[in-house]
């Protein structure tokens, strides 16, 4: 695994070698390779463009993927600490808890994105102006609107899958919050851990039978397995739920959630202001968000489900 980050973050330098010394680097990392993760880094390098910050002209961009290991997402931290970049970028909550301790010895910003609950991961104290070097955006569970989702499109669940991490701090706040919020809607949960991204078709596979549907929070983990939760889903005729808008389009039945793209951008603009002078510690953390309705016709229609037709003139219909 050394072997490996030295040889990614060697090609990763490789790129800027000729202009590190004139421009400001800005590094990105992010915890595993999974499309809602992905989606939030192509919206920073975006809103980064739009505020004038170009790869290669204004700025230098290094980026590195830790593929699911923390001991490799803490390697990337120290050594991106080691180059004195402007602004960090931390893409997930693993990869932002192992930027901290580097980054405060350097005294360099850190910028976040694709964290449900900030304080619960200990990343600040406060989300408004803080004494941490830190601001970020939050992409904190709708859990009742998920919940309600649910209940509207399979009116006759019971028991929900419950499919997490729960080494992954979002996870496990949003499943302590599920626990107190099902029981006041009729529902019960059953819950399966996963501790890494091979072993959670097997969890999949121990809840077929037990539950009528599948909800996964903003789990790295078991997101980086989605598509093949949503085959085995089809093949047991068991729909599956995520707060991850971009998922629909991999088979998942139905989210309400903001793009992570927009997320991904309303984080650019962060890093771009403390390009511009602004500090991170006085910079309020983004926590609000327009939830759109995404529902995939082709899933439904697998799955034996209708479609509720006030849903249906709400949502965005994928297939």
């Known amino acids: 695994m050394r072997h490996f980050l030295s040889f990614v973050l060697f090609l990763c ?66 050594d991106f600490a080691s180059r004195h970049p402007k602004v960090a970028v931390a893409i997930s909550t693993p990869s932002a808890q192992s930027m901290i301790q580097p ?4 005294n360099i910003p850190i910028v976040f994105a694709a964290i449900s609950d900030p304080l619960e991961a200990k990343l600040v104290s406060v989300l408004e ?14 859990l009742k609107a998920q919940i309600e989702l649910i209940q509207k499109m399979i009116p006759d669940a019971k028991t929900i899958g419950v499919i997490y991490n729960p080494g992954e701090a979002n ?21 399966a851990t996963t501790t890494k991204t091979a072993d959670t078709m097997s969890t999949m596979a121990s809840l077929i039978g037990k539950v009528q549907a599948i909800f996964i929070p903003n789990d790295n983990t078991a997101m980086a397995s989605i598509t093949g939760i949503v085959a085995l889903g089809l093949e047991n005729k068991l729909p599956i739920f995520t707060p991850d808008y971009d998922s629909v389009e991999q ?23 403390i390009l511009k002078g602004e500090k ?14 995404v529902i995939n016709t082709k899933s439904a229609a697998g799955l034996g489900i209708s479609i509720p037709e006030d849903l249906k003139k709400e949502a965005k219909l994928v297939a």
Do not use: W
């Not at 290669?56 to 980026?63: R, V």
């Not at 601001?135 to 569970?141: A, F, R």
């Not at 793009?259 to 771009?272: D, F, I, R, T």
């Open 13 to 78: 330098a490789a790129a800027f070698a000729g202009n590190e010394t004139e421009l400001p680097l800005v590094v990105i990392t992010q915890i595993v390779e999974h499309d809602a993760l992905t989606k939030e880094k192509e919206g920073i390098i975006e809103a980064l463009k739009d505020e004038g910050f170009i790869e290669g002209k204004t700025i230098n961009l290094l980026f590195s993927n830790a593929q699911g290991s923390i001991t490799t997402a803490r390697q990337i931290a120290m």
């Open 103 to 106: 980054m405060e010895q350097q």
């Open 129 to 142: 102006k803080r004494p941490e070097n830190i601001t970020g955006v939050s992409d904190g569970l709708p």
């Open 171 to 191: 996870s496990a706040k949003a499943v302590e919050k599920l626990q107190t919020l099902a029981p006041q809607t009729g529902l019960s949960l059953a819950l």
């Open 251 to 273: 088979g998942v039945l139905a989210v309400r959630a903001c793009p992570h793209s927009k997320m991904g951008y309303k984080a650019g603009q962060l890093v771009a202001k």
């Open 280 to 293: 991170a510690s006085d910079l309020p953390i983004v926590t609000e968000h327009s939830l759109d309705l």
